[in-house]
């Protein structure tokens, strides 16, 4: 009953910008944290970005941090990351994700067994 769908992956060059979109279905998208992670071929899903229910608080992987910045609004069940200075390391699968317990942020955010639904995901490429 809950769906969500990524879109704005593509190809890229190395230092320029994308920025994707979770289009979430459902009345309760406003009461749930949600993620961002990418998984690249032959790697494990990893945590890219998540947000508060309430988009107060945002927190990033360490490696991402001053690149990538993630974004919500509830009015339109949407979430998106805005991905800078990619690199071709960036190249992944990437997926929006709803953490499982509403108007709660438990730590650590970077579990994948803490997120209930999935998107599809979109694909990003950066070439080098």
């Known amino acids: 009953q809950v769906q969500l769908v990524e879109s704005g992956g593509g190809l890229v060059q190395a230092g320029g910008s994308l920025r994707l979109s979770c289009a979430a279905s459902g009345r309760t998208f406003s009461n749930y944290d949600m993620g961002w992670f990418r998984q690249a071929p032959g790697k494990e899903r990893e945590f890219v970005a998540a947000i508060t229910w309430s988009g107060s608080s945002t927190y990033y992987a360490d490696s991402l941090k001053g690149r990538f910045t993630i974004s919500r609004d509830n009015a339109k069940n949407t979430v998106y990351l805005q991905m800078n200075s990619l690199k071709p390391e960036d190249t992944a699968v990437y997926y929006c994700?709803?953490?499982?317990?509403?108007?709660?942020?438990?730590?650590?955010?970077?579990?994948?067994?803490?997120?209930?639904?999935w998107g599809q995901g979109t694909q990003v490429t950066v070439s080098s």
């Open positions: 994700a709803r953490r499982d317990s509403p108007r709660a942020t438990i730590f650590p955010m970077t579990l994948v067994r803490r997120y209930d639904y």
